[in-house]
């Protein structure tokens, strides 16, 4: 009886991914890339969403990145697919209803997709228990002065108060360092000393303009000091609060009034429109616009691959190539929609299903490396979702795993210096 049964589970799950299958393939190849298509799309990506919610509501080590996931897919949907007449900035308008427009959607509905099926968990996580490092000194000392260095040439003083992204790398960076200060030297002084750094660092960029600095830093330090696990409903329901939070501060920022009547209307015709996500998608559009017109596609991937190892900023970022030549953003782009302008729709199905080889293999284990790509995955989640590849690859993957190979040869060399 437990064979039929389990025959017949798999028989349904098989028929049921069948048809979401078809549905998403008719969407992307059938439907004409018209603006009636936008509404569709976003439907199959709210759909989508509550797949996700279905099945990893209960997995303690996925819940947090896919709770994260939903919430930035929902906003595309409900913002720039259900709704997105009412929450364009003036020169995204026109673009609403451009076959651009319609195949960059198409591109986020595939990578969702794309993302949904190809997450695994295993049936048994195993222990939840996290793997533990070894502690030394030396390796906090000499990541707190990078640390120090970090706070001082980071980040471009010349502007305060004004929104701007005016960081260099190495204050991104600085997050990885600060991790691994954190891991591998556990005692309770040096982790208030970082978290103090931590506030400072908040400060100083909120107080520059570069508010989107703050909420990898503020994230990281959550998912350190958080014990319990989560629970995705709440997890949720909290970032929803936050969007409609923050739109509430940029409301009265903008207008100067006291929170009023006409602020809380304000917020409730705003709803889940985030700015970064909005200027993500666009950024999006204006890629796949640019590429219609250009014949170079498959150079540049491989002068973005070689940026990856040797560094590289503005000149192989498709939204400041794309602005240079006339087709105005302000940013974002979203990595999926790279390896779109390089290899078309196949180029979005494998980057999806890069994405999720890797992140299978952090979150079904529980060793060191597994452990920090955990964290590294999750904070940089909003830079590689909605802006550039090169932060998952280079800044959440290539960066953390040198770091962990060095600290862990320096400590094993202490540790064999020591038995000598």
């Given at each position: 009886m437990k064979?039929?049964k389990?025959?017949e ?10 048809i979401l ?5 008719i969407?992307?190849l059938?439907l004409?890339?018209t603006?009636n298509t ?7 990506i ?5 797949i996700?919610?279905?099945k990893y509501r209960k997995?303690?080590?996925?819940t947090?990145?896919?709770g994260m996931?939903i ?5 595309f ?14 020169w995204?308008?026109?673009l609403?209803?451009t076959e ?20 695994k ?7 939840s228990e996290?793997a533990q490092f ?7 000392l000499?990541g ?5 260095l970090?706070?001082y040439f980071?980040i471009?003083k010349?502007?305060?108060g ?12 600085a997050?990885?360092v ?18 103090l750094y931590a506030i ?10 570069d508010?989107s600095?703050c ?6 330090n959550?998912l ?9 409903k709440?997890i ?5 609060g ?7 501060i ?5 207008s100067?009034a006291?929170?009023s ?10 709803g ?18 640019y ?8 150079s540049?991937?491989?002068?973005y691959l ?6 590289g900023?503005?000149d192989v970022?498709?939204?400041v190539?794309?602005n240079?030549?006339g087709?105005v ?13 390089w290899?078309g729709?196949?180029?979005t199905?494998?980057?999806g299903?890069?994405?999720s ?6 979150y079904?284990?529980?060793n ?7 964290l ?14 090169i ?5 959440a ?8 190979v060095?600290?862990?040869l ?11």
């Amino acid at each position: 009886m437990k064979l039929k049964k389990k025959i017949e589970n798999n028989f349904t799950h098989f028929l049921l991914n069948a048809i979401l299958t078809c549905i998403i393939a008719i969407v992307i190849l059938v439907l004409p890339n018209t603006y009636n298509t936008l509404s569709t799309i976003g439907y199959c990506i709210i759909l989508l969403c509550i797949i996700l919610y279905l099945k990893y509501r209960k997995a303690e080590r996925f819940t947090f990145l896919v709770g994260m996931i939903i919430i930035i897919s929902f906003c595309f949907a409900i913002s720039v697919c259900l709704n997105p007449y009412s929450t364009a900035f003036n020169w995204q308008v026109s673009l609403i209803n451009t076959e651009a427009n319609i195949i960059n959607a198409k591109n986020l509905l595939l990578f969702i997709y794309i993302f949904t099926m190809s997450l695994k968990r295993k049936e048994s996580e195993g222990t939840s228990e996290p793997a533990q490092f070894n502690s030394n000194f030396l390796i906090f000392l000499v990541g707190f002065l990078i640390l120090i260095l970090a706070f001082y040439f980071g980040i471009d003083k010349s502007i305060i108060g004004v929104y701007s992204s005016n960081t260099n790398p190495l204050y991104e960076y600085a997050l990885v360092v600060y991790l691994f200060c954190w891991l591998y030297f556990d005692k309770k002084w040096a982790h208030t000393v970082l978290i103090l750094y931590a506030i400072l660092y908040c400060v100083q960029a909120l107080l520059y303009g570069d508010r989107s600095s703050c909420f990898p830093m503020i994230l990281l330090n959550i998912l350190l000091l958080w014990k319990r696990g989560y629970n995705m409903k709440y997890i949720i329901i909290i970032g929803i609060g936050g969007i409609l939070f923050g739109n509430a501060i940029d409301i009265f920022r903008n207008s100067g009034a006291l929170f009023s009547l006409d602020v809380f209307k304000e917020v409730l015709d705003r709803g889940l429109f985030v700015n970064t996500i909005s200027y993500a998608f666009y950024g999006g559009t204006q890629i796949v616009r640019y590429g219609l017109y250009t014949a170079n596609n498959i150079s540049h991937f491989f002068s973005y691959l070689a940026s990856l190892f040797l560094g590289g900023g503005s000149d192989v970022t498709l939204t400041v190539i794309a602005n240079a030549n006339g087709f105005v953003n302000k940013g974002g782009g979203m990595s999926h929609i790279y390896f779109y302008y390089w290899f078309g729709y196949l180029g979005t199905i494998v980057f999806g299903l890069i994405i999720s080889k890797i992140i299978n293999y952090a979150y079904n284990h529980q060793n060191k490396i597994a452990n920090i790509l955990q964290l590294m995955i999750i904070i940089f989640l909003f830079r590689w979702f909605l802006y550039y590849p090169i932060t998952f690859f280079r800044t959440a993957l290539i960066i953390p795993t040198v770091l962990y190979v060095l600290c862990e040869l320096f400590c094993n060399a202490i540790k064999n210096k020591r038995r000598g």
